[in-house]
């Protein structure tokens, strides 16, 4: 990750960017095709990079208000940006669950199967 003064912030994990200020991620050069919701959420976790993140911050950050008894948005949209991250990077892992705590952003490798 890195920034400065007179550069927007730039994200960047293994073969993954985001550009905030641009709207947009690529992964290996390509442009995703993401909702709003799917970058921001992605920006979120980004910025936090190998540190683990409640769902209620998530939903915080992303949809602006406290999170509501149930709601399951949060997982929805982290299962449909996985999606997306491994149909682009089938190579690598980004996002990765921590049961009863939340999510951590890291950009893992993923091992090949002999």
């Given at each position: 990750?890195?920034t400065t003064a007179a550069e927007p912030?730039?994200?960047?994990?293994?073969?993954?960017?985001?550009?905030?200020?641009?709207?947009?991620?690529?992964?290996?050069?390509?442009?995703?095709?993401?909702?709003?919701?799917?970058?921001?959420?992605l920006v979120e976790l980004a910025s936090?990079?190998?540190?683990?993140?409640?769902?209620?911050?998530?939903?915080?950050?992303?949809?602006?208000?406290?999170?509501?008894?149930?709601?399951?948005?949060?997982?929805?949209?982290?299962?449909?940006?996985?999606?997306?991250?491994s149909l682009a990077l089938p190579e690598?892992?980004?996002?990765?669950?921590?049961?009863?705590?939340?999510?951590?952003?890291?950009?893992?490798?993923?091992?090949?199967?002999?």
């Amino acid at each position: 990750m890195s920034t400065t003064a007179a550069e927007p912030l730039i994200l960047t994990a293994g073969p993954l960017v985001v550009e905030p200020s641009e709207h947009l991620a690529r992964a290996g050069g390509l442009t995703l095709n993401l909702s709003a919701r799917e970058l921001r959420l992605l920006v979120e976790l980004a910025s936090r990079a190998d540190r683990i993140v409640a769902r209620e911050q998530l939903y915080q950050l992303v949809w602006e208000r406290p999170l509501r008894p149930g709601d399951r948005s949060v997982d929805v949209y982290v299962r449909k940006l996985r999606v997306k991250l491994s149909l682009a990077l089938p190579e690598w892992s980004f996002i990765h669950t921590h049961f009863g705590f939340g999510y951590r952003f890291a950009a893992q490798r993923r091992r090949s199967v002999p």
